[in-house]
Structures are given as structure tokens and as C-alpha cells.
């Protein structure tokens, strides 16, 4: 799974054309994930009168120093018995922003799982950012903010504090989060310059697919459709 | 596919197990009592099924697309919209329900061939590939189900599992739904193969008119030309059976003396005569036939005498005609031609007798 993570990057490389990413939102069930993309993508918090049908699958345009990006946001079940389902979301997506609410202790629990999976599978392909929601909340919180930021600076993930209600940090961290995309992609490109000059061009361009064997012989893959 | 397929039939078996679960074991908010939201549910189940009659992976891909919209709009709670958008943590559970209870043949693998044949791309960023995304987590979560998953204790699941413990009727609707699907199905094919057939009978029948039309104006055709030429004929024959209608064409003849006509009256009786003496030459067929334009250079130079006869005879026709289509100012060019001719045809007569017009 290690090479599923420079596909949409890649694709979007030029200077000129828009980069795609993918981001996935990680986090407990009723954190306040959906809400904060509807915040994000519509300014609305909790309304019943949103144009859209859906909020799990989220796309929006924007402009950074120049550079047009089109951000597909992927909302995932937070329910404990999906937990499982958590590599099929996640694989090939450039960045996570995992939610928690700081009033719930479990909830920053399940955030740092999340993590330590996410490294296990993605390695440092990925870009993490971690959304302590609900701040307007304040006066019920439970997570600590130093805890909260010495964890995230330890595993190398932005923290941010957001209210979706209030409607405070949250274009702070999507825009965080796109510009370490930008970097991590654009690192990425280089590098493949390297490994190309070095290795020659025909080597890195051969793909291999592994045959579905492999998979059903690792016990523990509960994926149904890798590839 | 021979290889995994035990694989995929195993998978079908075991939704086919799992028929018993409902709405409320996966926590769904689905409002069994509004006829527009179980519409839509069954919307939803067929989109499902009929992935697997589309060919291609991008119209399997849509029908995963149509399926997920019809389940927002169940969430939606119909057309009216009472609630807000739909989050991951309503739909999925949905889903679930949809593919338990839609059981779709072959799922597994038709998920796969997407995989495999989607632009990979296209299927980890775009919207289809989001949906199809939760439908391989559905997949995943129906695969791995258990008493936990469902939040019930391992005795009740055991028990629904053994088939002690039997699901409500609406359930059973739902897998009655199935049945009718593949009935749909076919009727669809039927009508579809209905409607080629009538296509193919259609153009047969447009083809049979073009052919009777093409006959019709061919006939017509040929009846135009055939009129045409038997005219030629017809000149050709009473020019060379009766040599006074040349002159009947003449508008100046009528203007002429009767004394002038006199000795036109004397020809017919001789062209006949000359018509015949020729028919008796063997070789008057082929001659006449091939070469009558040569005859008349031919037959001035290297010809035989009897030659020289059929050549006479034969150039008639340019004689006869010439008055016709030339008017009578262009009396020389027949005098030039009329010394090829040889005397005792009687070619002399004519000379003499349109000098005498003259």
C-alpha cells in the first residue's frame, strides 16, 4: 500500500493546472464532522435549509498563492463498529483531518488510534492536521490543550481549535492543511526527479499489480476491493 | 473469475443468512411509514441489482451513483426535506441495508472489475469513487458481521443465524423485491428484443419499397428510352421504305410546283428495289452493321465492285436523314457526298432530280 499515496498528486503536478487532493475527516461518530465541512463548504451550521443533499462527500475549489486546488473532502462513519472500515477511506488520500470534541475524552482517545493507524499505513505520506471541535463549549472541556498539542506536535500534525457553531478556525484549517499538502506534493515531485535521474526512466514508470492472492492470504485485510 | 468465484457465491450465501437483519439492528433511520421513502428504497436496491447487467465499469460505477442518491434521499426524508444534509454516519448504515437486502449476484465481483478497469484515479477523488468507496466498506462490514457489530448478544445472533428466530414481513417484502427485479429485468429485455425485431421488420419493409421504387422508375426509364429509340426506328423505317416523307419534312417543298414532285413519286419503287437486290449479298449483314460510317470512304477507294453496291445501299440512311435535321441551305455538303455513291442505284435520279429542285 505504500505507493497508493503520490497517485493524485501526481496527476495534478503542473504548475498551471489545478492539484487535486483528497482529504479524508477522521473522528468519533457525533463530533461535529459534518458540520464542520457544511461550515466550510456552505457558512452553515445546523441548518435545515442547506441546498445540498449530502454532506459526506464535499468538493471545493480554492485558490492558494496562485495555485488553483480542487479538494474533494471524504466524510467517513464515525460509529465504533466501523472502525474497521477505516483503511478502505483513507487509502490514497493526501491529508486527514481528524475531529475530536473536547468535551468527550474518548473522543481524543479514538483520534489517537486513528493516528497510529494512519502512520502504520500511510507512513509520513500523508498530512495530518487534529481539530479539537466544540469550542464554544468551552466551560464542559475534558481534553486538555496542552495535552492535545504536545500530542499532535509529537506525531507531527497541526493542531487547531474550531467551533463549527461559532464558526471559528475552521477556514484556519483547511487552509493549513492545503498548504502542507502543497509542500508534501511538491517534495514528492522532486523526489521522483531524483529517483528518476538516478534509476533511470523506464524502472519507475512499470506498475505492478498484485494479484488478489496476496490479498486473501493476509488474514487480517478486511479490504473488498483491493487491487 | 473461475478461480475467485466460489468466493463471490459464498458472499451471496451469506447475505442471503443475514436476510433477518433489519433496519434497526444497523441503526438506520429509515421511516417505514412513508410510501415515498420505502420508494425510494426500492429505487435504491434496484439501481443496486442492475449494476450487474451494465457492461462497462463507468455504468456499473453510475448505478452505484443512482443507488447512493436514491439512499440521500431517503435520509432527506423524501421530497419534503425535513432534514438536514446527510453525513457519512447516516449513509453508510444505509447502504448496508440497501445491499443486504437488495443480495445483488456476483457484487464482489463486479466490485473487483471496477477496481481493476476504473480509472484509478477517477475512483479514489471523484464523487462515483467516493460512493463506490462506502459500497466496498458495506461489502467489507457485511463480510465481517457479527453479534457485536450488530450490537446484539452471540445467542440471539446464533439464533437468527440458525433461522430460529425469523425477520418481520417487511423484511420479507424486501426480499420478495429480488424475484420481481429479475422479472423486471427480463420483461425490460423482452421489450427491448420487441423493439428490434419491429426496427429490423421496419427496414425490411423500407428496403422492399426502395426495391419496388427503384423497379418502377427503372421501368419508367426504360419505357422513356425504349419510346425513343423505336421513334429512330420507326424514321429509319419509313425512311427507307418510303423515301418521300424526306421531303414531307420540307417545309419548302410544299411551296414547290407539283411539277417538281413528279419524279420524287418514281423513287419509292426504286429504293425498294435497291433494298432487296442488296439483301440478296451475303455480306450486307456485318457490313451495314460494323461499319457504316467507313462504307462510304471505304468503298471509294479499295472496295470490290459489289462493295461498292452494298456501300451504296447502305449509306442511304445518311442520305435519307441528312434533309431532316440539316435545313436546305446545307444542300452542298449532300452534294459532296452524293458522287460517292454509285451510279446505278440510282443515286443519279436524286441528284437529278434536287438539281432540278434547285
Known amino acids: 500500500m505504500d505507493e497508493s499515496a503520490d497517485g493524485l498528486s501526481s496527476t495534478g503536478g503542473g504548475r498551471t493546472s489545478a492539484q487535486s487532493f483528497k482529504v479524508v475527516l477522521l473522528g468519533e461518530g457525533c463530533v461535529g464532522k ?10 452553515k451550521f445546523n441548518d435545515k435549509h442547506v441546498s445540498t443533499l449530502q454532506a459526506s462527500f464535499v468538493k471545493k475549489k480554492l485558490n492558494l498563492n496562485g495555485r488553483r486546488i480542487n ?16 483503511p478502505i477511506y483513507y487509502r490514497m488520500s493526501n491529508g486527514a483531518i481528524l475531529v475530536y470534541d473536547i468535551t468527550d475524552e474518548d473522543s481524543f482517545q479514538k483520534v489517537k488510534n486513528w493516528i497510529k493507524e494512519l502512520k502504520k499505513m500511510l507512513g509520513s505520506e500523508i498530512c495530518l492536521v487534529i481539530a479539537g471541535n466544540k469550542i464554544d463549549l468551552e466551560k464542559d472541556r475534558t481534553v486538555s490543550v496542552e495535552d492535545a498539542e504536545n500530542y499532535a506536535s509529537s506525531v507531527g500534525a497541526v493542531h487547531f481549535h474550531t467551533s463549527a457553531k461559532m464558526n471559528s478556525g475552521i477556514e484556519e484549517i483547511f487552509l493549513s492543511l492545503c498548504r502542507m499538502m502543497i509542500e508534501k506534493a511538491d517534495q514528492q515531485i522532486a523526489d521522483n526527479l531524483v529517483t528518476l535521474n538516478r534509476s533511470g526512466s523506464t524502472r519507475r514508470r512499470t506498475i505492478i499489480i498484485d494479484d488478489e492472492d496476496d490479498v486473501s492470504s493476509k488474514e487480517p485485510s478486511r479490504w473488498c476491493c483491493s487491487s | 473469475m473461475s478461480r475467485t468465484g466460489p468466493a463471490f457465491i459464498l458472499f451471496h450465501f451469506r447475505i442471503r443468512q443475514l436476510n433477518w437483519v433489519n433496519a434497526k439492528h444497523l441503526d438506520c433511520d429509515i421511516d417505514k411509514t412513508n410510501a415515498q421513502i420505502i420508494e425510494l428504497v426500492y429505487k435504491a436496491i434496484l439501481e443496486l441489482l442492475d449494476m450487474d447487467s451494465a457492461t462497462a465499469p463507468q455504468d456499473k460505477l453510475a448505478c452505484v451513483v443512482r443507488c447512493c ?18 453525513s457519512a454516519d447516516d449513509f453508510l448504515p444505509v447502504l448496508i441495508f440497501v445491499v443486504l437486502k437488495a443480495n445483488p449476484v456476483r457484487l ?5 472489475y471496477v477496481t481493476r478497469f476504473c480509472n484509478a484515479t477517477r475512483l479514489m477523488s471523484g464523487e462515483a469513487g467516493y460512493y463506490f468507496t462506502n459500497l466496498c466498506c458495506a461489502v467489507s462490514f457485511i463480510e465481517n ?3 457485536e457489530l450488530l450490537s446484539m448478544n452471540t445467542e440471539e445472533f446464533e439464533q437468527y443465524m440458525n433461522g430460529t428466530l425469523v425477520s418481520d414481513t417487511w423484511d420479507s417484502a424486501l426480499i420478495i423485491c429480488e424475484g420481481m427485479h429479475q422479472m423486471f429485468e427480463q420483461l425490460a429485455l423482452l421489450a427491448d428484443l420487441k423493439r428490434r425485431n419491429i426496427m429490423i421488420v421496419d427496414d425490411a419493409l423500407k428496403l422492399k419499397n426502395e426495391m419496388s421504387n427503384f423497379k418502377d422508375n427503372f421501368m419508367d426509364q426504360f419505357a422513356v428510352l425504349k419510346e425513343v429509340y423505336t421513334v429512330i426506328d420507326d424514321c429509319d423505317e419509313t425512311n427507307k421504305n418510303t423515301s418521300v416523307s424526306i421531303d414531307d419534312y420540307d417545309p419548302i417543298c410544299s411551296s414547290l410546283s407539283p411539277w417538281t414532285m413528279t419524279p420524287q413519286v418514281i423513287q419509292p419503287a426504286e429504293r425498294t428495289r435497291t433494298s432487296s437486290s442488296c439483301t440478296d449479298v451475303d455480306s450486307w449483314d456485318i457490313h451495314s452493321a460494323e461499319t457504316v460510317s467507313l462504307h462510304s470512304l471505304d468503298a471509294c477507294f479499295n472496295m470490290p465492285q459489289e462493295n461498292n453496291e452494298i456501300a451504296g445501299s447502305s449509306s442511304e440512311p445518311t442520305i435519307n436523314v441528312q434533309p431532316q435535321l440539316d435545313e436546305i441551305q446545307e444542300i452542298s455538303i449532300q452534294g459532296w457526298q452524293i458522287p460517292s455513291i454509285p451510279c446505278e442505284t440510282g443515286g443519279k435520279e436524286i441528284t437529278n432530280s434536287k ?4
Do not use: C
Request: avoid cysteine; charged fraction near 15%.
Open chain 1, 71 to 86: 479538494l474533494s473532502i471524504w466524510d467517513t462513519a464515525g460509529q465504533e463498529r466501523f472502525h474497521a472500515l477505516g
Open chain 2, 69 to 86: 442518491r436514491h439512499i440521500f434521499g431517503v435520509l432527506q426524508g423524501g421530497n419534503n426535506g425535513m432534514k438536514g444534509p446527510a
Open chain 1, 34 to 43: 459534518t458540520s464542520l465541512v457544511l461550515r466550510y463548504t456552505e457558512d
Open chain 2, 108 to 112: 464482489k465481483s463486479n466490485l473487483h
Open chain 2, 145 to 147: 458481521i457479527n453479534a
Open chain 2, 355 to 358: 438539281m432540278n429542285t434547285q
